[in-house]
């Protein structure tokens, strides 16, 4: 038996307010900044260069709502371009992000380094939403995953995805979804989601963002 008793919502809407209100505040995703290995990301993850020609980053942006001036789309294409001349070398992940990191730093000291606003965030990270989408899918299955469209329970699993990856998403959660066992499954994204750590050791913003999932 799959979950039950789900709550339905406009999914888009919700989701970009529940990421948003967990990323869209912090000045850090405002900005250009680095992902720890070397790839240039703004907003609620979105990794510049994981795009594969920059073309594509002016179609998300567009669709997101971001206009940039003629100077300020050449100053991303600049960063765009040399962070992936960087991350196509054989330097190893410290060196790519050390380099990549200062070449972050100096467009985000420049006339035409852009801030993205919290609406901006949620609407860019629309653009991303299916990779987080499908690691949920990934988890539960198809059929399961297609039975929770246009929930918050859905919307809850992706933020999941989005702050943690498949490795949140152990056996027993699954298993509680599966079973509609919603006790468990609460108990599953509340504690054991942060391998039974608690907020003094994950910090209070994880487990508030567990919390509110």
Do not use: C
Not at 61 to 81: C, H, M, N, P
Not at 154 to 166: C, I, K, P, S, T
Not at 168 to 174: C, M, R, S, Y
Request: net charge negative; aromatic share 8%.
């Amino acid at each position: 038996m799959a979950l039950t008793g789900l709550h339905t919502t406009d999914y888009e809407t919700a989701l970009k307010a529940f990421i948003t209100s967990k990323e869209g505040s912090k000045t850090s995703v405002l900005k250009v900044h680095t992902d720890g290995v070397g790839v240039p990301t703004i907003g609620a993850g979105y990794a510049l260069t994981a795009r594969t020609t920059f073309a594509l980053v002016k179609a998300d942006f567009s669709v997101a709502g971001i206009t940039l001036s003629a100077e300020e789309e050449q100053a991303l294409k600049d960063l765009y371009d040399d962070s992936n001349g960087i991350l196509a070398t054989s330097l190893n992940t410290a060196q790519k992000e050390s380099q990549v990191k200062a070449l972050v730093d100096t467009y985000n000291a420049s006339a035409n380094a852009i801030t993205l606003s919290s609406t901006q965030v949620g609407e860019l990270f629309l653009t991303i939403k299916d990779t987080y989408e499908n690691i949920v899918k990934s988890k539960l299955g198809t059929a399961l995953y297609n039975s929770l469209a246009n929930t918050k329970e859905l919307v809850a699993l992706v933020d999941l995805a989005y702050n943690g990856g498949a490795g949140l998403f152990g056996t027993d959660l699954v298993n509680a979804l599966q079973n509609n066992d919603r006790a468990e499954a609460w108990f599953q994204i509340r504690y054991q989601s942060n391998g039974g750590k608690s907020y003094q050791t994950v910090g209070t913003g994880m487990a508030e963002r567990r919390v509110a999932e």
